[in-house]
């Protein structure tokens, strides 16, 4: 069903989508932006394309739609999609992370884009956050994707907050032990809370962190805050700095420098990997470049300058 997305500017058309995944029978569910670039009743065609998804534990309800607005009102098409097993995705068992899933789940999306005629296949740009941040980063190293560019917005780049011997970090293990062994004999996930409080048992308990991703959310059934407790696996073994020094096109990284999940040194660390990367810093933490919050119009202006220069949409 195609609906007209009232925004500052009327100048764009949202649909819902399905994409397929590399598991048959499980599709991608996303949202198609297409911005109207005549007053024509005729199908565009050639359009840039920007591809996104969310962070950790995240879906496409908790704050991509500002971004995918704002590039849709500047001429981009935009792709946003939930992973499998997450959002309104398919796939089973439920919130689970699987970092090698999520990075074909972008894949697909490219794949199944660069077949409508509706986009540019040559003028692709992959947009991230958080954890979707390093996948992105990763991705910008993969020759054959023959990206355009990619944004990165506070990314994970193999360096998460220092983990402290606690009580709480002892119980988090034995949620983390109890799960690994009883999905190894068939039983269902065991899951914990994606974000809390600090000093309670959660993949994210930094502070600032779980008030911010319910005020991402808006409304609390859009976050359900459970992650199975054996996705704590995944982070150890991922870093996607490990390829920076491959990347194949401009990367924007935006970067906090307060940020307290993941860790600013890192950004610096990829600049230096990679003269393809452009680090924007900003003075604050991890959610304040989000829509709502003090530092999102900052981000937005270098997003839009990258795009500007590297993919323009005219």
């Known amino acids: 069903m195609l609906t007209s997305q009232q925004s500052t500017s009327s100048t764009f058309e949202r649909e819902d989508i399905k994409i397929p995944s590399v598991t048959p029978g499980w599709s991608l569910d996303a949202w198609k932006y297409i911005p109207k670039t005549s007053t024509k009743r005729e ?5 840039p394309l920007i591809i996104m998804a969310h962070g950790l534990g995240g879906n496409k309800l908790m704050g991509l739609s500002p971004y995918a607005e704002i590039f849709a009102s500047m001429g981009y098409a935009v792709v946003a999609f939930d992973y499998r097993r997450w959002g309104a995705s398919a796939g089973t068992p439920r919130h689970i992370v699987y970092v090698s899933e999520q990075l074909d789940d972008y894949r697909s999306v490219i794949k199944y884009c660069r077949q409508q005629p509706e986009f540019d296949p040559h003028r692709v740009v992959l ?6 941040g390093g996948h992105v980063v990763t991705l910008a190293s993969e020759r054959l994707l023959n990206l355009s560019g990619v944004i990165a917005q506070c990314p994970y780049l193999g360096s998460g907050p220092p983990t402290q011997l606690s009580w709480t970090f002892m119980k988090t293990l034995w949620r983390y032990i109890v799960d690994v062994f009883g999905q190894m004999i068939g039983l269902s996930p065991s899951y914990i809370p994606t974000v ?3 000093g309670e048992v959660a993949f994210i308990a930094t502070p600032g962190s779980k008030d911010c ?3 991402l959310a808006g409304d609390e059934r859009n976050f359900s805050n459970e992650i199975s407790a054996s996705s704590l696996l995944e982070l150890p073994f991922y870093n996607p700095n490990a390829s920076g020094a491959h990347i194949t096109c401009p990367a924007l990284v935006v ?10 040194p890192a950004a610096t660390d990829l600049q230096s990997l990679s003269n393809r990367v452009q680090l924007v810093t900003l003075p604050g933490g991890h959610f304040d470049a989000y829509s709502g919050f003090p530092l999102h119009e900052r981000c937005l202006d270098a997003m839009k300058a990258f ?7 005219g």
């Open 255 to 264: 970067a906090a420098e307060h940020d307290n999940i993941c860790m600013f």
């Open 127 to 132: 947009w991230g956050t958080s954890f979707s």
């Open 213 to 215: 991703y319910f005020a």
């Open 196 to 198: 809390a409080y600090p």
């Open 43 to 47: 199908s565009p065609k050639g359009l």
């Open 307 to 313: 795009l500007s220069e590297h993919v323009p949409s």
